[in-house]
């Protein structure tokens, strides 16, 4: 029966899914909501038969050879999988999946509102009037650039870089995309969107580039420095998936010598650490990873990791297992 079945929860989940997880399994909350420590976390994958994972619990291959062998299922809270090693689970029987779909929308929200916040300045323009610097309009007061008739440049042509291209595309931006495979005709053809097989021919050419890729050994640092400098001076960045695909350091360089415009980072390399260097430039918005963080995604998202899990136990296919073979 299900209700024997151990299911290990690692963060504190929003109030409506912890209670239906309790209803329906033996549920461990984390109810101090405070992220594992390594001890904590090996110590859950000792006893767990299934382990619910949000980002901040990195469950490398040493801590899976550890596991206990009653765990059959890690169910991760997110789109997102990198904090986990999904060969290492795949090869001990372990199960994988993820919630994603539900989030797209709110991300891609987020996306958008980086790109249109960066180049109207209008941080600056908060901060400005707060610290009683607004002194009355004037012609030339707080001027940003237009984002009209820009062209951006999708790097991750999935789920999430889809719904920026349609968002973009509304605004009366040029869309242009690279990706690991090309998409279907149709779907480019639905944001008129085209396909650049050269990244660096791509982002050379591009106003704003939007990184919305997932994070794997082929994306680590995919935007180097070398690349960044490619980059057109008036150009601006967003990143709303994770800092491993942009080398941090330099695009702080690029930013502190003007190379580029500005850049809208909901994801940093050290998180929740943030390079203090970031912290001193005027031209970058900094979100504290918010990409997702709607009261509707994150109870959809937990509701996705219960009908994994109850697809799981019942023996019926998972619907969002994730493959090794497609990481
Ligand atoms: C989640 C995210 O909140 O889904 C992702 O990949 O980055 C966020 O939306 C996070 O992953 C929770 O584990």
Request: some cysteine; aromatic content about 6%.
């Amino acid at each position: 029966p299900r209700d024997t079945v151990k299911v290990v929860i690692s963060r504190k989940l929003p109030k409506p899914v912890e209670q239906r997880m309790s209803e329906l399994f033996d549920v461990e909350l984390n109810t101090n909501d405070e992220a594992f420590t390594e001890n904590r976390l090996a110590d859950a994958l000792e006893r767990a038969d299934v382990f619910v994972s949000t980002l901040t619990d990195n469950i490398t291959a040493e801590l899976i050879a550890n596991a206990g062998s009653q765990l059959k299922m890690i169910a991760q809270f997110g789109a997102g999988v990198d904090n986990i090693d999904v060969k290492a689970a795949a090869q001990k029987g372990i199960i994988v999946t993820n919630t994603p779909g539900v989030l797209t929308e709110d991300t891609a929200d987020m996306t958008m509102a980086l790109i249109l916040a960066l180049p109207r300045r209008m941080v600056q323009g908060v901060d400005a009037l707060r610290a009683g610097e607004f002194k009355g309009w004037s012609p030339t007061y707080m001027l940003g650039h237009r984002i009209f008739g820009k062209r951006i440049g999708i790097i991750g042509m999935g789920r999430i870089g889809q719904a920026v291209a349609r968002r973009a595309r509304a605004f009366g931006l040029e869309v242009h995309y690279h990706n690991r495979n090309r998409v279907s005709p149709a779907i480019e053809a639905q944001f008129a969107t085209t396909y650049w097989e050269s990244l660096d021919q791509m982002i050379s050419r591009m106003d704003i580039i939007s990184v919305n890729c997932p994070a794997t050994p082929a994306t680590y640092h995919l935007l180097h420095e070398r690349r960044l400098k490619l980059l057109k001076p008036h150009a601006y960045i967003v990143n709303t998936s994770r800092g491993e695909v942009i080398d941090e350091d330099a695009l702080i360089s690029a930013l502190e010598a003007g190379q580029i415009a500005g850049a809208g980072l909901d994801v940093f390399q050290n998180e929740p650490e943030i390079n203090p260097r970031l912290l001193a430039l005027k031209n970058v918005i900094l979100l504290p990873h918010m990409g997702s963080a709607t009261v509707e995604a994150r109870t959809e998202m937990g509701e996705k990791v219960i009908i994994n899990i109850k697809n799981f136990l019942d023996g019926h296919m998972v619907p969002d297992r994730v493959l090794p073979e497609l990481i």
